[in-house]
C-alpha cells in the first residue's frame, strides 16, 4: 500500500545544512498499522510531513498502491490520504464551526450531500448532532480530536497519517482515541502510519514499528516482540527499558 525509499531531507545550505532524514526505507501493507516511534527530534513526524506533502523537498521515492507520489499536493493525494496532528485545538480554526470545518472539503472536492456526510461522520467518530455547530473552544480536548479525526475522514481517505494523536489529550480521554482508531480502522479498512513516543500507544494499536534515531530506521519488528520483550537492537532495547522504568516511577507517586 505504501513505499518509502531512500527518503532524505535537508534543511539549510552550506555549512548550515542540517540533515535530518538519511535513507529511511519501509514499507506498510495496506490495512495495517505501522508505527513509527524514537526520541524528539528522531525525524519521524518529518517523514509523515513528506507524505503528507507538507514538505516538497525530499529526495528519494514514496508510493502509494504503486503509484509514486510527487512534490506537490493534489486533488488525488487529499481524497487517498489525510493527517491527523498532535494538537486538536492547533488544527482547528478557532472562527470555524464543526459544521464548516467538515463542509468545507466536501465543498473542494464537490462531492453531494454534505449536510448528510457531516451528520453521519459525527456519528461515527462519536459525536452528536449537538456538536455540529459549536466552536473549538466549546468542547473538551478529546471532542475536539474527534472532529480532527472527522475532518480527516470526511473525504473518505484509504490512509491516515496520525501524528502523536493522543500525547496532547488527558491520560483518561488517550484510551477512548485510541479505541475509535481501532474501531474505524476495522470497520473500514483503513491504513495507518502512526508517530508516538508512547510504546505502550505501540502495543495497543501497531501491527509492526519502525524504531528511528537521528533520521535512520534502525530497527524494525512487530509489536508482539516489542512488548514481549523480544527487541534485540541496543537502541530500541533503551527505549523500552527507559518506558519500563518511567512506569515504575509513576506506579511508586
Keep these: 500500500m505504501i513505499t518509502v525509499n531512500e527518503l532524505a531531507l535537508s534543511f539549510g545550505s552550506g555549512g548550515q545544512r542540517n540533515k535530518v532524514l538519511n535513507e529511511v526505507g519501509f514499507s506498510v501493507k495496506e490495512g495495517e498499522v ?46 487517498l490520504m489525510q493527517m491527523v496532528f498532535q494538537d486538536p485545538y492547533g488544527s482547528l480554526h478557532p472562527r470555524h464551526t464543526v459544521d464548516t470545518a467538515l463542509s468545507e472539503p466536501l465543498k473542494i472536492h464537490k462531492m453531494d450531500n454534505i449536510g448528510e456526510r457531516v451528520r453521519q461522520m459525527l456519528l461515527k467518530v462519536g459525536l452528536n448532532e449537538s456538536f455540529r455547530y459549536r466552536y473549538p473552544h466549546q468542547m473538551s480536548g478529546g471532542q475536539r480530536q474527534r472532529v480532527a479525526i472527522a475532518r480527516a475522514l470526511i473525504l473518505e481517505p484509504r490512509i491516515l497519517l496520525l501524528d502523536e494523536p493522543t500525547s496532547a489529550l488527558d491520560v483518561s480521554v488517550q484510551a477512548e482515541i485510541l479505541n475509535l482508531l481501532a474501531e474505524l480502522r476495522a470497520r473500514d479498512g483503513l491504513t495507518y502510519i502512526l508517530v508516538t513516543h508512547d510504546l505502550g500507544v505501540v502495543v495497543h494499536l501497531c501491527d509492526r514499528v519502525a524504531v528511528m534515531q537521528q533520521g535512520r530506521i534502525v530497527d524494525t519488528l512487530d509489536s508482539a516482540s516489542l512488548s514481549n520483550g523480544g527487541a534485540t537492537h541496543p537502541y530500541t532495547r533503551s527505549l523500552v527499558d527507559a518506558t519500563r522504568s518511567y512506569s515504575r516511577e509513576m506506579a511508586a507517586v
Design 34 to 79: 505501522f508505527g513509527l516511534v524514537g526520541e524528539s527530534g528522531s525525524g519521524k513526524s518529518t517523514v509523515l510531513r513528506c507524505l503528507a506533502g507538507l514538505y516538497s523537498h525530499w529526495e528519494g521515492e514514496m508510493a502509494i498502491a504503486g503509484q509514486p507520489l510527487g512534490r506537490k499536493i493534489d486533488r488525488e493525494r487529499c481524497r
